[in-house]
């Protein structure tokens, strides 16, 4: 059970359902927001920009979930890798690949690409002080500076994320996966 009260829809002001509404549509993630819904600007603007980003779609959804999962795994969140982990899924990445991404260098399921997205992400998760430029050669090669900018935010979001739910323990919303089963992992 989460340690704050999860709000619902109903518990918002009018004037904010609408991105409610919005924020379904990016997953299941109604205890989270309900959980950030007992303090309105958190949840409007973390909301806001995470619908907004990804109605705009400037980074590939196949990289921002890699990067999701590798920190949420590299910080040890359940629900985030229980969240996002069906997310990879439709992107390519069996369940089995997904929790094995950590060990990147020798994984099948990955792209040449899709390594550097998972190094990059371990390492700002990691070892962000100690990063070199010729990390960002190499990103520059696949990537724009708006992506750069993005990914780099998605991941650094990701662990404030990460935080966010383990310490208020937010529970997963269990959906059905592709295979039909409902996710294993549940917070704590």
Not at 39 to 56: A, N
Request: contains cysteine; hydrophobic residues 45%; negative net charge.
């Amino acid at each position: 059970m989460a340690r704050a009260p999860v709000k619902t829809r109903e518990d918002l002001p009018e004037h904010l359902r609408e991105l409610w509404d919005r924020m379904v549509t990016y997953g299941p993630f109604e205890n989270q927001a309900g959980v950030m819904a007992n303090r309105l600007p958190i949840f409007e603007h973390t909301w806001r920009l995470l619908t907004q980003l990804s109605t705009e779609a400037v980074l590939p959804k196949r990289y921002l979930e890699l990067a999701i999962v590798a920190v949420s795994l590299v910080n040890q969140c359940d629900f985030c890798v229980a969240q996002h982990g069906p997310k990879l899924e439709v992107e390519g990445i069996s369940r089995d690949g997904a929790q094995a991404l950590l060990d990147w260098q020798s994984h099948p399921e990955l792209t040449d690409v899709d390594k550097l997205v998972v190094e990059y992400s371990i390492a700002v998760t990691s070892n962000w002080h100690r990063i070199r430029d010729a990390m960002f050669e190499r990103l520059r090669t696949h990537f724009s500076e708006a992506q750069i900018v993005e990914l780099t935010w998605r991941i650094a979001l990701c662990g404030a994320f990460n935080r966010f739910n383990d310490v208020l323990q937010v529970e997963v919303v269990e959906e059905p996966s592709l295979s039909g089963s409902v996710p294993s992992v549940a917070s704590n």
